[in-house]
């Protein structure tokens, strides 16, 4: 193979295209230049910019690229570390395409990314690095409610989204919509109830509706249902300790947690909360009381266990390491860490691997709810939870009425509530994680597809293309 071959089919975005053309075998023929079309990044913005760090100048590089425009806004998280590059960013902004097209929401896939190692740099220079990145958006017409709205991602979270709606706002003076601009934003700055945890709780969901098929489990040689079955979460940022926390909560038994410094492991499970807490004290999971350290943190993933999840990053599961795997199900929170070598081998294993491009779109859903909240300026539940409860209300004085019994004060509490913003989002993140998962399922079965990427990619074709075609323009 020649070097500039090599380096093509090495790159992040290839495996991508890999993924995205293995499916088009299961599509209706269609015109080769829309398959193309759909692919490409449509286009990247990849700067440089100077912040004073100290009395130092420093020449920051980022990136924002929006891949498809075939619905607006652009939506995509940004990514804060010192791994960013533009293959990456293009190869996330790719994935968010697909993502939104299988969870049903309206945007195209955008994603950004500063070159910093947040860890290191003091929250005075990372605000100034964040506000500095929004004002070279804006410039360039990268960020707006209709036009591309970020979100966070690896490296960034509530506290980086409101630096970005604060610059938006002061240099687009009287946008009504402003608040529209970015999602992810702290309740304070019009985020919305449940942001925080959908990416962690969407995993969750999509893992806990495979284990209830019977036919899956079966195949597997599990039993239905997350009662008992052992874990493994890797990194317990935003996405793996919400994760951790609904698998535990459900009756999961977390045998082991990795993080960068190493990773622990308890046969009998690891309290979550417990873990947090101490890694709150001591700065490391490590030494965790009951369990035992793993110094190589990547050795975690080979541990026994029934499900296994990466939450940090990508690439972590490789043609190296594949067949070290005992997991049974890869639940893929985070973007791309099951390489196309590694997914043939589980493959091959019997391994079932839920695919990030549906498994971690809990986070993008709620983000559409936010967009939704900031476009209506008005709070989820506000108009209809006085009503629902008055009609509750009347409805169990009718039941009593007939019953000739009075139901008891408690249970009257529960039925009389009418739904709070959370509980409505919630059940729509729910809802969404759930058809999804069957979606997927239905087009593997009638396709006879081999696994759930292929069959997810099949889907994600289909709707992009209906879209267009929905349109009547190709561009
Ligand atoms: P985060 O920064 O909150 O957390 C990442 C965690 O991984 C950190 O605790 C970090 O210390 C840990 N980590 C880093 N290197 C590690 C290693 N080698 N081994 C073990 N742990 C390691 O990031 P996040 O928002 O939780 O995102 C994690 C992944 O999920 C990324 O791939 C991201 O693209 C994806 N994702 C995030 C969201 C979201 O809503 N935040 C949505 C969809 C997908």
Redesign the pocket.
């Known amino acids: 193979m020649s070097k500039k071959n090599k380096s093509k089919a090495d790159t992040f975005f290839s495996c991508i295209e890999k993924n995205f053309d293995k499916a088009t075998r299961f599509i209706p023929p269609i015109e080769k230049g829309l398959l193309e079309q759909i692919k490409s990044c449509n286009a990247v913005y990849r700067m440089h910019f100077p912040v004073k760090i100290g009395k130092k100048i420093k020449v920051i590089e980022a990136y924002r690229v929006q891949h498809s425009h075939h619905k607006l806004p652009c939506k995509g998280?940004i990514?804060?570390s010192l791994k960013v590059n533009q293959d990456e960013v293009m190869t996330?902004a790719a994935l968010m395409t697909y993502?939104c097209a299988i969870v049903d929401v309206p945007f195209g896939g955008a994603k950004g990314g500063i070159k910093i190692d947040p860890q290191t740099i003091s929250v005075e220079n990372i605000e100034k690095i964040t506000r500095r990145y929004t004002s070279e958006l804006i410039k360039k017409n990268f960020i707006g409610p209709g036009i591309d709205v970020p979100?966070?991602?690896?490296?960034?979270?509530e506290r980086e989204m409101s630096w970005i709606f604060d610059t938006f706002l002061s240099l687009i003076p009287g946008e009504v919509d402003a608040l529209a601009c970015v999602t992810?934003k702290p309740l304070s700055q019009g985020g919305v109830r449940g942001r925080k945890e959908?990416?962690?709780l969407g995993v969750f969901y999509g893992i806990r509706e495979l284990c209830r098929i019977k036919e899956d489990m079966l195949s597997l040689g599990l039993d239905v249902g997350l009662d008992g079955k052992k874990v493994i979460i890797?990194?317990?940022?935003?996405?793996?300790?919400h994760a951790a926390t609904f698998f535990h909560e459900a009756g999961a038994i977390i045998v082991a947690l990795?993080?960068?410094e190493g990773?622990i492991y308890n046969k009998k499970g690891l309290n979550v909360s417990n873990v947090i807490l101490h890694l709150k004290n001591t700065g490391s999971i490590l030494n965790f009381p009951g369990s035992k350290n793993i110094e190589n943190?990547?050795k975690a993933l080979e541990l026994e266990c029934d499900i296994l999840i990466p939450?940090?990053?990508?690439n972590?599961i490789h043609k190296n390491n594949a067949n070290r795997i005992k997991a049974k199900i890869i639940g893929e929170?985070?973007?791309?860490?099951v390489t196309p070598d590694a997914d043939e081998i589980l493959g091959k294993m019997g391994v079932i691997v839920v695919p990030?491009i549906y498994l971690?779109?809990?986070?993008?859903t709620v983000?559409y709810f936010e967009w939704l909240k900031n476009l209506s300026h008005v709070r989820y539940g506000r108009m209809e939870k006085r009503f629902s409860e008055n009609v509750n209300s009347e409805l169990l004085q009718v039941i009593e009425t007939i019953c000739r019994k009075k139901i008891l004060t408690e249970e009257k509490k529960m039925i009389l509530r009418g739904p709070r913003e959370i509980d409505l989002v919630r059940s729509g993140l729910e809802d969404t994680m759930i058809s999804g998962f069957h979606k997927i399922r239905d087009i593997k079965k009638s396709s006879g597809i081999e696994n759930m990427r292929t069959a997810a990619f099949v889907l994600a074709i289909k709707k992009i293309i209906d879209s267009y075609e929905k349109l009547g323009i190709f561009p």
């Open positions: 998280g990514r804060y996330l993502k979100a966070p991602d690896y490296g960034s979270g992810g959908a990416t962690g890797q990194g317990l940022g935003n996405v793996g300790y990795a993080e960068r990773a943190t990547e939450s940090a990053l990508e972590v929170a985070a973007n791309g860490p990030d971690n779109a809990g986070g993008v983000s």
